[in-house]
């Protein structure tokens, strides 16, 4: 094994890890791991950018608004781990970067299990999300429509959003997404299910730290791909550049700002689609968009 070192990684021994190290340097050290496996990184870039542009295909004249039919679940599940990829992946690399550059033996398959890892708890909770929408829409049924409940209840959303991110359990779980030279070591597994293991213990911290963002994309138009982006630019935000406590007020109050938006002039609101159908959706779009 290695020794992490502010400077990146020296093959002197074991793992070790200066107790005091903030999420500062931890970051730090990560992209010095980008810069050496600079190849992996333009892969796993490559990817999303694949991602992006498949589900920008796939979402092409469908509703962009909140509340548009998922779809079956089987075609929910598989945009969802493609959007999971595009939205995701560019804020992994480092991660995935320092994991490769930590492993005894350099197979390339690893990080990509490590990715895959990942996506698979992403894709769990893209199937919580499509059960717990589906169960709303039966409930509740026209009390959802945007111009009874939905408009309230879609800034509602982004008030619980913006709340949480100032929670303690909220900076807890940006702080191990943000201290992968931490997590790396305290969740190590050799071999291909250890990076399997790796990944899904990864994904799931972030899904701690995202879930609420993700929720707010479902209120803002979970298929539209500018609310994707910019809900995309606020996770990477949060979790790549140096001030955590800055990120974390910054997005709450972005997410405020936009509640009282969607409550006050919806129509206004940059991007946003105001729903005309009596669940959200437009008239035009069909179930054939979905196949």
């Not at 929408?133 to 982004?158: I, K, N, P, Q």
């Not at 005309?276 to 779009?285: E, L, T």
Request: some cysteine.
């Amino acid at each position: 094994m290695r020794v992490l070192t502010d400077g990146g990684m020296t093959a002197t021994g074991p793992v070790t890890l200066v107790p005091s190290r903030s999420d500062r340097s931890e970051l730090a050290i990560a992209f010095t791991a980008t810069r050496a496996r600079l190849g992996l990184v333009v892969l796993l870039l490559a990817l999303a950018g694949l991602a992006w542009w498949s589900t920008a295909d796939r979402m092409a004249g469908m509703d962009a608004g909140p509340g548009t039919d998922l779809g079956a679940l089987a075609w929910f599940l598989g945009v969802w781990v493609v959007m999971m990829a595009a939205m995701m992946f560019p804020s992994l690399a480092p991660t995935v970067a320092l994991y490769t550059t930590m492993t005894r033996r350099h197979n390339p398959g690893r990080p990509l299990l490590f990715a895959a890892g990942y996506l698979l708890v992403w894709g769990a909770a893209g199937l919580l999300a499509y059960g717990l929408f589906e169960l709303g829409r039966s409930l509740f049924g026209g009390d959802l429509a945007w111009h009874t409940g939905g408009r309230w209840l879609a800034g509602g959303v982004l008030a619980v959003a913006a709340l949480y991110e100032l929670t303690p359990i909220k900076d807890v779980c940006l702080m191990k997404c943000r201290s992968p030279v931490g997590f790396l070591l305290g969740s190590w597994r050799e071999g291909p299910g250890g990076a399997v293991q790796m990944g899904c213990r990864e994904a799931a911290w972030c899904l701690g730290c995202c879930w609420a963002l993700m929720a707010a994309l479902f209120a803002l138009g979970v298929m539209s791909v500018v609310w994707m982006a910019f809900v995309a630019a606020l996770i990477a935000l949060e979790k790549l550049i140096p001030w955590r406590r800055v990120a974390r007020w910054g997005t709450a109050a972005i997410l405020v700002v936009l509640a009282i938006a969607l409550l006050a002039a919806p129509g206004a609101v940059p991007g946003f689609v105001v729903p005309s159908g009596s669940h959200g959706a437009m008239p035009g779009m069909s179930m054939n968009t979905m196949q």
